[in-house]
């Protein structure tokens, strides 16, 4: 376990405006538009704190990281309460595998599967005029789970993995996106080998 804590006198950042919408009008994911303004908050706190565990019981392991991250401005009418930097509150990510051999230990085989999850939080839009990320309290992305799942294998000096990633999109539906304006990716297979012609 280790925890961090920051304290930012006078952070300067770029903060997106949003144009002015009629009463029936939907705020668009990317507006034709990027007005910007730079501004600097009051003293912030950043809090980050992280767990990370590994257990193994037989030929299965459980491998965990946790981490709890919390940015608060020491003026609360600052921006109407919305923090300055946009972090995820919770990040989680855990692997189950199982570990062993096959054939009189001709095949070492690790398999398992691995899900991520963090919470949603209004992520910061990159702006490549300025070559820099933008705040912005619009959009948000996250609060999804994805789960991969995966199979590592080796014969002697050949290497070779199978791993289908996002493996629960079809479940979880098509709405998430991995920045703002750029949709994750779908459910894919991803493999390949490497064999080592010398030991």
């Not at 006198?9 to 002015?20: A, E, G, H, L, R």
């Not at 730079?38 to 990370?52: D, E, H």
């Not at 919305?82 to 692997?95: F, G, K, L, M, Q």
């Not at 920045?179 to 990716?185: H, K, L, V």
């Amino acid at each position: 376990m280790s925890a961090w804590l920051q304290r930012l006198d006078n952070y300067t950042y770029y903060n997106q405006v949003f144009p002015t919408l009629g009463e029936e009008e939907e705020t668009p994911l990317l507006p034709s538009q990027m007005f910007t303004e730079v501004l600097q908050s009051n003293p912030l706190t950043y809090l980050k704190a992280r767990y990370t565990s590994h257990y193994n019981f037989w030929k299965f392991s459980l491998t965990t990281t946790a981490q709890y991250q919390k940015v608060t401005n020491d003026d609360s009418s600052v921006n109407a309460g919305v923090p300055v930097i946009n972090v995820p509150e919770w990040n989680v990510r855990t692997t189950l595998a199982l570990t062993t051999d096959m054939f009189k230990k001709a095949l070492h085989v690790q398999t398992g599967v691995t899900g991520q999850y963090f919470t949603g939080f209004y992520a910061d839009q990159y702006n490549p005029l300025l070559g820099d990320f933008m705040r912005q309290d619009q959009q948000q992305i996250g609060d999804y789970p994805r789960v991969d799942i995966f199979f590592n294998g080796k014969i002697r000096q050949a290497r070779f993995y199978f791993r289908y990633e996002h493996a629960n999109a079809r479940f979880t539906g098509y709405d998430y996106y991995s920045a703002i304006g750029y949709p994750y990716r779908d459910s894919i297979l991803r493999f390949g080998l490497v064999w080592n012609f010398f030991q």
